[in-house]
């Protein structure tokens, strides 16, 4: 299983941007996807996730200023980030947790490469 994010960027103060994470390979039912991200010196903190169900979930952080959605035929996720801060600043990692054909009940946990967003003047 792969997880291809892009979509990251230099953008101002404000703007805005969309990151998108496509999975692809073996996967039978793609549980839940979520977005993380890392800044320089910081731990790694989840954004938002949405399960197959469309449950959502976001960072305090973020609410009201991001959005997750996803397309389930085409095993994709996508973060709409709107009023973008310095403090976005961040490496963004997409993550699933989902089930193989063949692997079977436990759900397996696979992370993208990452994809840099930088919000400055």
């Known amino acids: 299983v792969q997880l291809q994010a892009s979509g990251g960027g230099l953008v101002q103060p404000g703007g805005s941007l969309r990151l998108s994470c496509a999975a692809s390979g073996n996967i039978f039912t793609l549980n839940e996807m979520a977005w993380y991200r890392q800044a320089p010196e910081k731990q790694r903190e989840l954004v938002a996730s949405?399960?197959?169900?469309?449950?959502?979930n976001y960072a305090d952080s973020v609410k009201g200023r991001f959005t997750i959605s996803r397309d389930n035929a085409k095993n994709t996720a996508f973060l709409q980030m709107d009023s973008l801060k310095a403090d976005d600043t961040a490496v963004y990692y997409c993550?699933?947790?989902?089930?193989?054909w063949g692997t079977g009940r436990d759900l397996l946990e696979y992370w993208g490469q990452g994809t840099l967003v930088t919000v400055s003047s």
């Open positions: 993550n699933a947790h989902l089930r193989g």
């Open positions: 949405i399960t197959i169900d469309g449950r959502i």
